[in-house]
């Protein structure tokens, strides 16, 4: 795993272990990722299920204002601080617990909001149900993008929430959703 570009490029970060149930974004899935939402990368962005972190990482490295990165593995988010403390970003927030717990008690609005749970055991549906509430915690304008199993079947809409877009890389789809008053 490595930081592709911005102010760490090529910066090395540290991998979970061999036997790990964390399954990070493949560099070529994380790349277009980033190009797909190129212009919004500057807020806060949001890492849920955030794994090794490096999603939140490579925003920050690309000049996002802050990352929160949120995951229930103590051993993820163990891996998180110590990956953050490898690139010496202060501006972040790392939340273990549950993320529906996370973003029904946050205050913090996202520009930009990773979804990437393990696959197949219905966390992604549930979390962009979370996300998709009217008092949502995603600003005007903001992006939700979910990589997934490219056989999962996700909705058209949810709550607020539209499709815009889904690609697919290998056994992974990206789908991004925005706010359907963003889209009037």
Do not use: W
């Amino acid at each position: 795993m490595r930081v592709i570009t911005g102010a760490k490029r090529g910066m090395k970060l540290l991998s979970p272990a061999q036997d790990s149930p964390i399954r990070p974004t493949a560099d070529r899935t994380k790349e277009s990722v980033f190009n797909l939402i190129h212009d919004g990368i500057d807020g806060v962005f949001l890492d849920l299920f955030a794994g090794s972190g490096q999603m939140g990482i490579e925003a920050l490295s690309r000049g996002a204002k802050k990352a929160v990165f949120c995951d229930n593995e103590k051993a993820a988010t163990d891996l998180i601080r110590a990956n953050l403390k490898k690139t010496g970003f202060t501006n972040f927030t790392v939340f273990y617990g549950d993320y529906r717990k996370y973003l029904k008690t946050t205050s913090e609005k996202f520009d930009v909001i990773f979804i990437d749970p393990p696959y197949d055991r219905g966390l992604t549906q549930r979390a962009l149900a979370v996300i998709g509430e009217k008092d949502s915690c995603l600003n005007a304008g903001g992006t939700v993008i979910v990589e997934c199993k490219y056989v999962e079947t996700l909705p058209e809409e949810e709550g607020r929430l539209i499709l815009t877009d889904r690609r697919k890389y290998g056994i992974a789809s990206v789908l991004i959703y925005k706010s359907k008053e963003d889209m009037q």
